[in-house]
């Protein structure tokens, strides 16, 4: 028996089949008769598809299908639509978004795009049957670069969008921000690159599709983090069948970090595939794969110019940004360089003028969709770069400039020049706090060590702001069963998070009742009416809300069942603890006797039926929560080799309330791995003339290992939970991600501060850190 | 084609196999046993990490006809039926998994180094864990994990 409350440690109970091998991830489910599907790929940038001959394919024994785009196209499947929250450009009209079919039309835009779909017996018979395929390509010259897609002349993506133009963006006071520039003691300028990456979740992505023909449905077991938007996709605008058809399931899935939700082309392929062959049909991606058709994340270039007061005081930020998108607007693909970026400028900084204007381009390259923070990393990175660097130019102390110019608690609430609801908070406790864990008095013997040991050392702090996200409804539904189990379904969904530890925790908690007792269900579209999923990290904001709120109608419920035994008043009847009594009275029932008699038709109050305690319900968020929270970083440079080493990691943050300590810090962990992994090591990096992704692979795309991670202390600043749900929680999957790559690439650069070199684009890898130092010397 | 025998879990097995069969897939699509997982195609990622006669192996860089006459031990066969093993128990304790995907060759991997280096320091748990990626955890509470393990598999 185990009854948590709000804010424990309670251990992972998904825990228990994840470490003995019994976890159900796609690839270990086996369907009768399934079919193998593989995904021939475009080895070209850019290529014009004169024809495509399958004859010597089909002639392999067990090759059963080979799908081309025309005979997608023939079967008149629609195109995924993009879904951007951003979908107009800023004279009003539509972004140009070009058809994203399932599998290439005509030419091919990047490498790694779906040309042909393939189905056999066996999947060595698949393979086979890719090579034998012979599509007459026609490479054409690529362009890989967003800045010089924008050029005028440079050569197109698409014939018909002109200038390779998505669409442009702008929020803030142009006129008032300007005049603040041109008021202000100094403009200070940088640009500033936010690398190319990409998530590799551990576990590629790959569906299995099953068409039933007696009943018309499909089911469509996937690694997504999405089960409910994807369906509907897939369902109205590509298959163009009732949504009611598809049956998506999401089993365990291994990671996601964004590169998981958005709408891919392989499962409406398998299901086509299925319906067409009678049989299940199942395809994993592999790694190589994965690396050019997972959607990539980042890759923003801005020039950012602050100003600021000879008092140290700042007065202006205007951030121009050139977004790249790829070779197509992905799911939701154009909202990041544009809105995405744009809410969280200027950090936790006060500021009386704030603009942000951006473009977002077309490039023959994998597209671009949310990883990780989804813009709020990116503007988190440009407002520590350009304030570091104006600290370093100017002759502040980088820590005395921050410390004066953060936002004051007096000064909360209060709207940004962005339109950010901020409410609640305390950045400037939250800055000393992570200063004076990082032991600011005993930095200058460190840095003596290190320089004994023939190490530069470096430190940097990184206030950060951000907020929420994703999909704004969620629903919970708590359903009790006779025999004392309790089913808790969820629309949202772990890709790893825990939700199945901390949804019952906080119903458990709630309620009074035996955390073993609930069984939890997520990722199915039979298991909610609807769904968010996982994006923006919402769960707690949305799912744990919902989880909330459907046991405030249990408790509502029970408080009726109650008064009917204590044949009482229901105004009287009060709950706390997991029991309802009558205060003065020794009249008490827990919430476990109140479920028990909700299946006794002797025991019900008028009007409630047998079970009637079940609560069916959808939380809608109203305003979006600012998560906010500072790191420390302190690194040693090898100046002979341009190594990093993370040596100290200090975090604060502010999420409001913790719901459990222990899976927050893995969230904060992660996102901080994944943040120094995009600061250090990541880069999605493509080949200028070819168009060829040149860190393909986990031989060549650098993750962070364990010996890359610093020693790490955490803790939470619990003074300010937002009222703007009744938790009171912010959201903390991605606050990693925004804190890191300014913390850790700031304190490189204070460890060679000393041979001026000023700035360096990421990934700081040791030959570039290496270059830097020879070049200042 | 080749016809192997060897025995998994303790239990003895023989099959037919084609010569190209990895070992990892001999393992989860032949004998079912799906805990050890495949994240990469370079052997890089380390989730399908076993045991052969004792030494942790990356089991998609071994075919299964190299396994003739092994005795190979999975994440399923670690600890009998309803027990969990130390290291294990100490991953759940610590908080050392999060989606799951790369902890049965993570914990592979660590009961194996454990065995060769019974009380390791922090710096050769991470260096020792270089072949096992995590993209959850950011490996602090893997780390942890595996001392504790060490801790519990000394008494």
């Known amino acids: 028996m185990l009854k948590p409350h709000i804010g424990d440690s309670v251990l992972r109970h998904e825990d228990a089949r994840f470490l003995t091998g019994r976890g159900t991830y796609v690839d270990d489910i086996t369907l009768p ?28 024994s067990g090759v059963l299908l080979v799908v081309t785009g025309e005979d997608w196209l023939k079967q008149g499947f629609g195109p ?75 050569l197109l993506v698409w014939d018909d969008i002109p200038g390779n133009f998505c669409l442009d963006f702008e929020l803030g006071d142009k006129a008032a921000t300007e005049a603040s520039l041109k008021a202000s003691d100094h403009v200070v300028e940088l640009d500033v690159v936010n690398n190319r990456v990409t998530a590799v979740p551990i576990e590629p992505r790959g569906a299995i599709a099953s068409y039933d023909a007696k009943t018309d449905c499909y089911t469509l077991y996937n690694a997504t983090q999405n089960v409910h938007a994807n369906r509907d996709t897939f369902a109205e605008k590509v298959l163009h069948v009732p949504k009611e058809k598809i049956h998506h399931i999401a089993p365990d899935v291994g990671g996601g970090f964004g590169v998981k939700n958005g709408v891919y082309p392989e499962p409406a392929l398998l299901m086509y595939a299925s319906r067409k062959l009678g049989r299940p049909v199942k ?48 799911t939701v693909g154009p909202f990041t360089p544009t809105g995405g970026s744009a ?41 520590e770069r350009i304030v570091e660097c104006a600290a370093r130019k100017l002759g502040f102390d980088p820590v005395e400039l921050r410390r004066k110019n953060l936002i004051p608690p007096t000064s909360l609430p209060l709207k940004t020049a962005m339109g950010l609801d901020v409410d609640c908070g305390d950045f400037p406790q939250v800055f000393e706090r992570t200063l004076a864990l990082s032991d600011r008095a005993g930095y200058a013997k460190r840095v003596e060590e290190s320089r004994r040991k023939g190490w530069l050392r470096g430190f940097a702090i990184a206030p950060y702001m951000e907020c929420t996200g994703g999909g704004p409804k969620e629903f919970a539904g708590v359903r009790f069963q006779k025999d004392g189990s309790v089913e808790l379904a969820v629309g949202s969904q ?158 604060v943050d502010d999420f409001g309330t913790i719901i459990n300590p222990l899976l927050c810090d893995g969230q904060v962990m992660g996102g901080t791995a994944q943040g120094i992994g995009q600061a250090l090591l990541e880069v999605a990096h493509y080949d200028p003339e070819s168009g060829q992704m040149v860190t393909g692979s986990l031989t060549d795309y650098a993750l962070p290992r364990a010996d890359t991670m610093p020693p790490m202390t955490i803790e939470y600043y619990e003074g300010a939970p937002t009222k703007k749900n009744p938790l009171g929680v912010k959201g903390a999957g991605e606050a990693g991600c925004c804190g890191a790559p300014p913390a850790v690439v700031n304190a490189v650069l204070d460890a060679l501060k000393d041979y001026g070199v000023t700035h360096i684009d990421m990934p700081l890898t040791p030959e570039k850190v290496w270059r830097a130092i020879r070049a200042a010397r | 084609m080749p016809r192997i025998s060897l025995t998994v879990n303790g239990k003895p097995v ?142």
């Open chain 1, 33 to 60: 008769n399934q079919a193998f599907a593989a995904v021939l790929r475009s080895p070209h940038a850019h290529a014009r598809i004169n024809g495509i001959d399958a004859s010597a394919a089909l002639a392999i």
């Open chain 1, 494 to 651: 772990s890709t790893g998070m825990g939700h199945e530890t901390s949804m019952p925790q906080i119903l458990a908690a709630r309620l009074g009742i035996d955390f073993e007792s609930i069984k939890y269900r997520q990722g199915d579209t039979e298991a909610t009416p609807l769904g968010g999923g996982h994006g923006g990290s919402r769960n707690l904001e949305l799912g744990g809300n919902a989880v909330h709120q459907a046991a405030s109608e249990v408790i509502e419920k029970g408080r009726k069942l109650a008064a009917h035994q204590f044949d009482t008043d229901e105004a009287k009847v009060q709950f706390e603890d997991g029991h309802f009594f009558v205060p003065g009275t020794n009249q008490t029932m827990t919430m476990r006797e109140a479920i028990e008699a909700s299946f006794d038709p002797s025991k019900l109050p008028e009007g409630m039926a047998p079970g009637g305690l079940d609560a069916n319900t959808t939380y809608e968020r109203g305003v979006i929560s600012i998560p906010n929270g500072c790191h420390a970083a302190e690194v040693e440079v090898g100046p002979e080799t341009g190594v990093v080493r993370m040596v100290g990691y200090w975090v």
């Open chain 1, 343 to 383: 809410r969280t400028q200027g950090g936790p900084y006060a500021f009386k003028a704030m603009y942000y204007c951006s473009k977002a381009a077309f490039t023959n390259t994998m597209p671009m969709d949310p990883y990780r923070g989804a813009g709020r990393p990116e503007a988190s990175f440009q407002i």
């Open chain 1, 80 to 154: 995924i639509p993009t879904k951007s929250a951003v979908n107009k450009k800023r004279d009003g009209s539509p972004l140009n978004e070009p058809p994203r079919h399932c599998l290439a039309i005509g030419k091919a835009r990047h490498v790694g795009e779906a040309v042909a779909l393939v189905v056999a017996e066996s999947h060595a018979a698949a393979l086979n049957a890719l090579d034998a395929i012979d599509v007459d390509y026609e490479a054409l010259p690529a362009v890989t670069d967003a800045r010089k897609a924008l050029e005028p002349g440079a």
């Open chain 1, 283 to 330: 395809w994993i991606n592999t790694r190589s794969e994965s690396f050019v058709s997972d959607s990539h994340g980042r890759n923003q270039m801005s020039k950012v110019r602050l100003g600021i007061n000879k008092d140290g005081k700042f007065q202006a930020l205007y951030t121009e940004t050139i977004g790249d998108l790829g070779a197509f607007c992905w």
């Open chain 2, 14 to 155: 023989a099959h037919e196999v084609e010569a190209r069969t990895l070992l990892v897939q001999y393992l989860r699509e032949t004998l079912k046993l799906t805990g050890t997982h495949v994240g990469c195609d370079t052997s890089q990622c380390g989730a399908c990490v076993v045991h052969v006669d004792g030494r942790a192996v990356k089991s998609c860089t071994m075919l299964a006809v190299q396994a003739d006459g092994a005795r190979v031990t999975t994440i399923e066969g670690l600890a009998p039926a309803g027990k969990l093993h130390p290291m294990q128990q100490a991953f759940h304790e610590n908080h050392g998994l999060q989606c799951g995907f790369c902890t049965p060759g993570m914990v592979m991997a660590s009961v194996a180094l454990v065995q060769g280096n019974p009380d390791p320091t922090d710096a050769q748990v991470r260096h020792g864990l270089e072949g096992n990626l995590c993209r959850c955890t950011g490996y602090q509470n893997i780390v942890k994990a595996v001392l504790a393990g060490a801790k519990a598999m000394r008494t």
